[in-house]
């Protein structure tokens, strides 16, 4: 099973920045989905931002224009810069992967954004 570990998470004021890796321990060219997910406390998980594997990606509306997800091949690593971080920014931050073929899929094991008013 593929392992994915989160790192980067921490307490950042309002309107500061924050990058989450994942790190992921095979070729990310065996993925057809990588994606962040995040999940506040009470709250639903809920999808932030998706890469495909041709690198086409798409954003929640409410991080839209301040968050970039991106995946770097030769590190086998996705990442996601977060800008311009509001409060109800504030989670646990999960890296996803979907398989090529299979559709198997993995979860990282999250990694907490917390961010002051």
């Known amino acids: 099973q593929v392992q994915l570990v989160e790192s980067g998470g921490g307490l950042v004021q309002a309107g500061g920045s924050l990058r989450l890796s994942c790190a992921v321990s095979?070729?990310?060219?065996?993925?057809?989905?990588m994606a962040w997910y995040r999940q506040a406390p009470g709250k639903q998980r809920d999808l932030v931002a998706h890469?495909?594997?041709?690198?086409?990606?798409d954003y929640a509306d409410s991080v839209k224009g301040r968050f970039t997800i991106s995946r770097d091949n030769g590190k086998n690593t996705v990442y996601l810069q977060m800008n311009s971080l509001k409060p109800e920014d504030t989670a646990v931050y999960y890296c996803?992967?979907?398989?090529?073929?299979?559709?198997?899929?993995?979860w990282g094991q999250g990694t907490q954004v917390t961010v002051s008013s």
């Open positions: 996803y992967v979907r398989r090529r073929f299979t559709s198997e899929t993995s």
């Open positions: 095979e070729s990310v060219f065996g993925f057809a989905v």
């Open positions: 890469i495909m594997s041709a690198g086409n990606t």
